[in-house]
């Protein structure tokens, strides 16, 4: 069954075919496409192609720039700072040096002690000095004269030196004492800037913080045979608290790892305790 009349003639009439088969019973058949149809698909196609190979293109581009950027960024740059190295010495006792630290900016001496605790270097140098550099001028007592100047001179070494204490002043509950090193070798040689100082016992044991910095210009001194430059040790006179007073001094010329231990008598109180750059001459800094 079909659900149609039978074409030979099912009906039991005998009336024949159905006239409206042909209607109900259309034959197969597909739709062609529209002429052009298949090109203009190929060219869309096209199309997208190089619209996928345009955009990645560009993002290929974007990130070789974005990389290269980065690289640059990225890249290790070379520092400005310059070290100079200390001049070659060996060390005159057998007590191990004191650890080397940066420079500190230090209080400026003034009546009033001031407070807290300080740390500073334990060895010497030139350190940098707040503000210009000024030019020292030789002071009574012996300093740089005449055609030898630091630039053809070498660094005073700690074997070239002998240290001491000098004189020294007061005013206004402070103590100035004067600490000189001079030059006992037959060569001329350069002192630049700050000494590293400590106070120590009678035992070689350190007494407190070595003493602190107190920024002011400096400028090389040359020390002929027999000449000395001098700096000022700043305390103040038994206020506050006080250490026990120092039996020897543990000095590191500017510049070197190489120590002097000499007999000097310095009580840190009120945690005041600073020292000056070289100068030339024997009365401080500056010059008395």
């Known amino acids: 069954m079909t659900g149609f009349p039978d074409r030979d003639g099912g009906d039991p009439g005998g009336g024949g075919a159905d006239p409206q088969e042909p209607l109900l019973r259309q034959p197969p058949g597909y739709l062609d496409a529209p002429p052009g149809a298949f090109a203009q698909i190929r060219r869309r196609a096209a199309r997208r192609r190089r619209a996928r190979a345009a955009v990645g293109g560009l993002a290929a581009a974007v990130v070789l720039t974005g990389s290269v950027y980065l690289a640059g960024a990225l890249a290790p740059h070379g520092s400005d700072h310059a070290v100079s190295p200390p001049a070659s010495d060996s060390p005159t006792t057998t007590a191990?040096?004191?650890?080397?630290?940066?420079?500190q900016t230090t209080r400026e001496p003034s009546a009033t002690p001031a407070t807290g605790r300080r740390t500073s270097d334990a060895r010497g140098g030139a350190g940098t000095a707040t503000g210009r550099t000024a030019t020292s001028t030789p002071a009574k007592g012996g300093g740089a004269t005449g055609s030898a100047s630091p630039a053809t001179t070498p660094m005073c070494a700690t074997s070239q030196l002998t240290a001491?204490?000098?004189?020294?002043?007061?005013?206004?509950?402070?103590?100035?004492r004067y600490l000189l090193l001079t030059n006992h070798s037959s060569t001329t040689c350069h002192l630049t800037g700050y000494p590293g100082l400590s106070m120590l016992d009678a035992k070689g044991g350190r007494i407190g913080a070595p003493a602190d910095r107190q920024p002011m210009d400096?400028?090389?001194?040359?020390?002929?045979?027999?000449?000395?430059?001098?700096?000022?040790?700043?305390?103040?006179?038994?206020?506050?608290?006080?250490l026990p007073a120092s039996t020897k001094l543990r000095i590191y010329p500017p510049g070197n790892t190489a120590w002097l231990d000499f007999a000097g008598r310095v009580t840190d109180c009120d945690d005041l305790f600073t020292v000056t750059p070289f100068v030339a001459g024997r009365t401080g800094n500056p010059p008395s």
């Open 96 to 103: 191990p040096p004191l650890p080397t630290a940066t420079r």
């Open 218 to 242: 400096y400028a090389p001194v040359v020390l002929r045979p027999g000449e000395s430059a001098s700096d000022t040790i700043h305390t103040v006179n038994q206020q506050g608290s006080c």
């Open 164 to 176: 001491s204490l000098g004189g020294g002043d007061a005013g206004a509950g402070s103590l100035f």
